[in-house]
């Protein structure tokens, strides 16, 4: 493929799937502040994150073996077609005059479902269109993309919330997620040679990894063989568990991941309740921490795909965790709202510098044919810390001062700095 048909190829399938993210967005957002604002319960707001991401958590396993068993593309688009069908239902549902809490709870845990299959799939198909010398740029962009949506996906939901109501919503993600998967569909190409490199890599007749596609990690460790039957998907999804955890680099970087996923909780999901008790539960002041998240994640985004981090990668994971662990604990002191829009700023800067450098080590170091279920064994770690975190620091919102959560959360984010740099592994 010529690189003006890579980038054309690639912007049409970043397009498409920034269609679909938008809608999505607007619907998280919508959902969350709803709960948050009715409810201001850290428990409920526990409640919700359990079942928006712990299904994820069971599907990732089986979305990583299907992305390296079956044509990722079109597993793209049937995920995210399952997610804006639920999403239609939920409205319909909401418009005959049922608007029960738990409504929102049981779309949330489907949604969820879909995301274990969309997750690994995307980011196992970037590197199958775009040239492995690109995707530092290719991601960041991507985060870039993805930071803008969420920087409009907040201030549209929060004026859409003002004049409509939230089956509204619903209805808009449904028309950009059909929007995204037609755009994927119909335009977006699959390389030949990619194709054939991952594809046959799984069928029936296969017994071992592509020799023709070697990765820098299979020089740390014996690649697995796939497996040999075409529907024994748990065999398969062991073979994932035993690449993924018998080479030290990805091992290593998974486990420091769950506990980075654990003490980014109270950022993620306590963060509105934060500004609601501290600030006030205005509409505004919720969008207003969203917005300077989201932007500075655009412009992080950007500056790492052009610079793409330090040479070795490892140093600007280090670099990260010591400022988005210095970051967190501020918004633990901020007394100021400006203060506190200020430091999300910085975290949503400073956070591309964590996740496109995380990401282009997986997308660089794992064999293709195992590409799917590492990532499904990474979504799997995430989607599972999360909802722990939640469970942990969930609860102690209630009793405890949520300065004090993001103070000691942002402590060890800190600390987790300390084994990249330690490690000979790693480094």
């Known amino acids: 493929m010529s690189a003006l048909d890579w980038k054309k190829n690639t912007a049409l399938f970043l397009g498409g799937q920034t269609l679909s993210l938008f809608g999505s967005m607007l619907t998280q957002f919508a959902i969350m502040w709803h709960i948050t604002l009715a409810t201001k ?8 994150v359990v079942v928006g991401v712990l299904p994820m958590f069971f599907m990732s396993p089986f ?38 809490l738990w409504l929102l709870f049981v779309c949330a845990a489907v949604r969820a479902l879909g995301q274990g299959v969309h997750s690994p799939a995307v980011n196992a198909f970037i590197p199958q269109i775009t040239p492995a010398e690109h995707l530092s740029k290719v991601n960041g962009i991507n985060g870039s993309i993805q930071s803008c949506s969420m920087i409009a996906a907040p201030m549209a ?14 209805l808009i993600d449904v028309v ?6 037609t755009v994927v569909c119909f335009l977006v190409k699959i390389p030949a040679a990619s194709a054939s490199a991952t594809t046959p890599a799984l069928s029936p007749a296969s017994s071992s990894a592509p020799s023709s596609a070697p990765s820098p990690a299979s020089s740390s460790a014996p690649v697995m063989a796939p497996a040999a039957s075409g529907v024994d998907y748990f065999h398969d999804m ?14 290593r970087l998974i486990i420091i991941s769950i506990v980075f996923h654990i003490v980014l909780a109270p950022v993620a999901f306590l963060s509105p309740l934060q500004v609601a008790r501290n600030f006030g539960g205005d509409v505004w002041r919720l969008t207003a921490t969203e917005i300077a998240f989201s932007a500075g994640m655009t412009v992080g985004g950007i500056v790492i795909g052009f610079w793409g981090g330090f040479k070795n ?37 400073v956070l591309p510098l964590y996740n496109t450098p995380a990401l282009v080590l997986f997308q660089t170091r794992v064999d293709p044919a195992y590409m799917g279920r590492v990532f499904g064994v990474f979504a799997m770690a995430g989607s599972l810390m999360l909802p722990a975190g939640m469970l942990l620091f969930g609860p102690l919102g209630d009793v405890v001062n949520i300065d004090w959560l993001m103070l000691a959360s942002g402590g060890v984010m800190f600390l987790l700095a300390v084994p990249f740099v330690a490690s000979k592994v790693l480094r």
């Open 157 to 170: 939901s929060g004026a859409l919330l003002t004049f409509v109501p939230l089956e509204m919503i619903f």
């Open 63 to 100: 979305g990583g073996v299907w992305a390296d068993r079956f044509n990722r593309k079109r597993l793209i688009n049937l995920a995210d077609g399952g997610i804006a069908f639920v999403t239609l239902v939920t409205a319909v549902v909401f418009a005959a005059g049922c608007r029960e």
């Open 41 to 48: 319960s850290g428990a409920v707001m526990t409640l919700y």
């Open 313 to 349: 990668r490892i140093y600007s994971l280090a670099l990260a965790n010591a400022l988005l662990g210095a970051g967190t604990m501020t918004l633990g002191l901020a007394g100021d709202f400006r203060l506190y829009v200020s430091v999300m700023l910085f975290l949503g800067l």
């Open 238 to 251: 062991r073979e994932g568990f035993r690449y993924a955890f018998g080479q030290g680099f990805i091992k």
């Open 176 to 181: 950009t997620a059909a929007a995204g998967i």
